[in-house]
Every structure is written in structure tokens, then in C-alpha cells.
């Protein structure tokens, strides 16, 4: 029986660290904030958005809510983005996404100041990653899988990796960040021909491809760890990764569970670079007045 890699006291853990951190904050006359900008009302954004509310809340983070109607003008989001850039009081900003068709994400993302992009959309977040330097932040859920192997102790060093999914989002930074703790990592993606062989031969394996079902019994073998990143949904509404669990747990040395996996620790990564970014921008007041 495989060990369950469950996200809950790795969230718990980091939230620890994060009152400490907000207390000194709040010491200093800083209360770290958050501004959520959601366009229209989308079930899925509302949900995370009160996720994110919830976890803010939980360790004395400050939420905001700068909502816009489903048909906002370009214009005017770019403008509230602009503005949210300029707010001192403000250290991070997460931007729900998809955004409406009529709006030009890549626009959006360019938009938004790099220091305060605490969910790692930005041009500099992914100059970051890719060089561990600059203003931006890493990509969350991908940072939330390698709060996971650090938490339950397993060692990236020397190991054979297998990322399966390209994704800016998920996949590309992961990979990277496996390799930056010098794991030998192959990425698998669309154009892979024989996924199953890479995945079979990996000592860490994480799915990120977002489709149900896709890693099996025949891509595992034993004493792996198993990452499944995916949220999938059956015709029934259940929620479900991208691993077949059923298969999988009983061959694997580990894995985590969806839900209850790497998504729990997601939200906790994001407000974690909430209280980074005030952490900064304190460091960086306190650096002016020097001068």
C-alpha cells in the first residue's frame, strides 16, 4: 500500500511560517493584501476565489475583491490593473483566468508589474524560474509540488524525473524546478510518442497534463512517487487527477490524492508570495531610507 501524500500538512506547515511572518509584518506597520480581479462571475472563479479569502484570512493576509462585468472593456481591466500596480498597499495581485475571448490575456499579462504577480503569469515570473533572479514569482502550483517532495523528505538530487505536460503553467516550471534541484528530468507532452516508457523509468513522476485517466498501471512501477496535478471532473461531477488511483496506489511507494493533493497546497503557495512580495517591499522601503 502506497503512502498518501496529502496536502494538508504541508499547507498547515507553510501557514505556520506565514503567521510568524505577518505578525512581523503587522509589527512593522505592514499588513500584507491581496487583490483578487475576477471578470464576470464563473462558478470556477468564485470558487477559488473564496478559497484564496479563506486562506488569507486563516493567517492574517488582507483579501480585496476588484470585480468587472463579463463585458468590461479592455481599456478599463488594463486600467485597473495599472492602478492595482501603482497601490503601495498592495503586494500581490491574482487575475482569475481564462479571461473573457474579447480580452487579450497576453495584454493583461504583460500588464501587470512583475513584482506583485504572486500566481507567476508574468514574462519576469517565468524569467525567474528559468534563472532563479528577478522581480517575479514562481508559477503556484508548481512550486506546490515541490513543497510536497520537501515536506515528506524526498530527494530531488540525482533522481530520475519525469514531468508529463508542457504547460507554462504546470509542466515547463516544474521540469525546471526539478532540474534546479538536479534531478534528470524528461518532459513529456502532446508530441511524446511513447509516454508510458519515460513515466515507467522515473524514480519522481507528476502529471500535469489535465486529463483524466491518462497515467495507468502500465506507466508505474514500484517505488515510485507519484505527483498527479491533474483536476478533472467525470460526467458524474466527481473530481479527479490525472492517475488513475485505483491502479496506481497499490504499485507505487507514494502518491498524492485529488482532491486533497497538491491543490490543497496551491492556495497556501500563493499567499505565501503575498507575504513574500510585503516582506520585499519593506526590505525595499527600509533600503530607500538608508540611502
Not at 513584482?115 to 524560474?129: E, F, R
Not at 528530468?185 to 508530441?191: G, R, S
Request: proline share 5%.
Amino acid at each position: 500500500m502506497a503512502e498518501i501524500l496529502k496536502g494538508a500538512p504541508v499547507a498547515e506547515a507553510l501557514g505556520e511560517k506565514m503567521k510568524r511572518d505577518v505578525e512581523s509584518l503587522k509589527d512593522a506597520g505592514v499588513t500584507p493584501t491581496l487583490a483578487i480581479v475576477r471578470v464576470g462571475e464563473k462558478g470556477s472563479d468564485l470558487a477559488y476565489e473564496k478559497g484564496a479569502v479563506k486562506r488569507c484570512e486563516s493567517v492574517g493576509v488582507a483579501a480585496r475583491r476588484v470585480t468587472f462585468p463579463e463585458n468590461v472593456p479592455q481599456d478599463e481591466l488594463l486600467a485597473g490593473i495599472e492602478a492595482l500596480n501603482a497601490e503601495t498597499g498592495v503586494h500581490g495581485v491574482l487575475i482569475l483566468r481564462p479571461l473573457p475571448e474579447h480580452i487579450d490575456d497576453e495584454t493583461v499579462r504583460r500588464t501587470l508589474a512583475p513584482k506583485k504577480d504572486v500566481d507567476g503569469i508574468t514574462d519576469g515570473s517565468l524569467a525567474a524560474v528559468m534563472s532563479g533572479r528577478g522581480a517575479g514569482f514562481y508559477p503556484c502550483t508548481a512550486q506546490a509540488c515541490m513543497e510536497i517532495l520537501d515536506y515528506y523528505k524526498i530527494e530531488c538530487k540525482s533522481a530520475r524525473a519525469t514531468v508529463i505536460g508542457a504547460s507554462l503553467v504546470v509542466g515547463l516550471p516544474t521540469t525546471v524546478l526539478l532540474t534546479n534541484r538536479f534531478a534528470t528530468v524528461t518532459n513529456c507532452h502532446i508530441f511524446t510518442k511513447d509516454v508510458s516508457t519515460p513515466a515507467r523509468g522515473a524514480e519522481i513522476l507528476v502529471s500535469a497534463a489535465g486529463k483524466a485517466g491518462l497515467v495507468g498501471k502500465n506507466h508505474v512501477s514500484p517505488g515510485q512517487i507519484v505527483i498527479d496535478v491533474g483536476i478533472n471532473f467525470t460526467s458524474e461531477g466527481k473530481m479527479v487527477g490525472d492517475v488513475s488511483f485505483d491502479e496506481v496506489e497499490p504499485v507505487v511507494k507514494a502518491i498524492t490524492p485529488v482532491p486533497g493533493g497538491v491543490g490543497t497546497v496551491t492556495t497556501s503557495v500563493l499567499v505565501s508570495h503575498v507575504v513574500e512580495a510585503a516582506v520585499k517591499s519593506v526590505t525595499v522601503a527600509d533600503a530607500s531610507v538608508q540611502e
